[in-house]
């Protein structure tokens, strides 16, 4: 158990809907990242946030947003979901704002399994 | 464009046989270097790292080694066991990035 919690774990949903996937990340850790996989696609990364504030973007959509709350929860939005959004969605944490500083890396979740039908 | 990169989507090992897994970088402000090993239904979790002052990292049955002129680096995985049969990610780190950057996986498959 990595510490890093995710919900839902399974999400079946129409297309040109909105859902939300919620991340909690491991105690004390201040930074959220966020990843996709999709079939044939390595880890994606999405988007970061460090202690509330956007850190650093990847290759989100515009359809896409996330935000960190004040007690560091995490929650990634997706709209106007199409077919080719089916994929995990991973969750990761780590205590700073850099994913790999002085023997810290960044611990995931299990994911969140997105089916667009 | 991809800056981590892993070759080869598979490779297929015989128990008590040595496991190699590459990975090549493109960017050389990275400065440090991770495998990350993935079950089925599971989220990665963290292996092994390396930092990019050195050139061999050793974990009990797992050794990366890092040739820096050659932006390449390898996972040894010795004796290889079934358990170890899972997606291996190479990932890295440093420069402004304040998150990792993954390689599309190899996934291995160790036979009894």
């Known amino acids: 158990d990595s510490g890093v919690t995710q919900t839902p774990k399974h999400l079946i949903t129409a297309t040109g809907q909105r859902v939300t996937l919620r991340c909690s990340p491991r105690s004390g850790d201040l930074s959220v990242y966020w990843y996709q996989q999709s079939l044939d696609q390595g880890l994606q990364f999405l988007i970061q946030?460090?202690?509330?504030?956007?850190?650093a973007k990847g290759n989100i959509l515009e359809r896409f947003s996330a935000q960190q709350f004040p007690d560091l929860h995490s929650e990634l939005n997706l709209s106007s979901l199409e077919l080719g959004d089916s994929a995990l969605y991973f969750c990761?944490?780590?205590?700073?704002?850099?994913?790999?500083?002085?023997?810290?890396?960044?611990?995931f979740g299990e994911g969140s399994w997105l089916t667009v039908v | 464009d991809q800056q981590v990169k892993q070759n080869s989507p598979s490779l297929s090992v015989q128990e008590g046989r040595i496991s190699i897994l590459n990975c090549d970088y493109t960017?050389?402000?990275?400065?440090?270097f991770l495998w990350y090993k993935k079950y089925p239904a599971e989220g990665p979790t963290f292996l092994i790292s390396i930092s990019s002052i050195k050139d061999k990292n050793e974990d009990g049955r797992f050794t990366v080694f890092l040739n820096k002129s050659a932006k390449h680096l390898s996972l040894h995985i010795v004796p290889s066991q079934p358990g170890d049969s899972a997606v291996y990610f190479c990932a890295a780190n440093g420069g402004s990035q304040g998150n990792l950057i993954f390689g599309k996986g190899t996934k291995l498959s160790v036979k009894p």
């Open positions: 990761a944490s780590s205590p700073r704002w850099s994913a790999y500083s002085s023997g810290n890396t960044i611990y």
């Open positions: 946030y460090y202690n509330g504030e956007e850190r």
């Open positions: 960017n050389s402000m990275f400065d440090y």
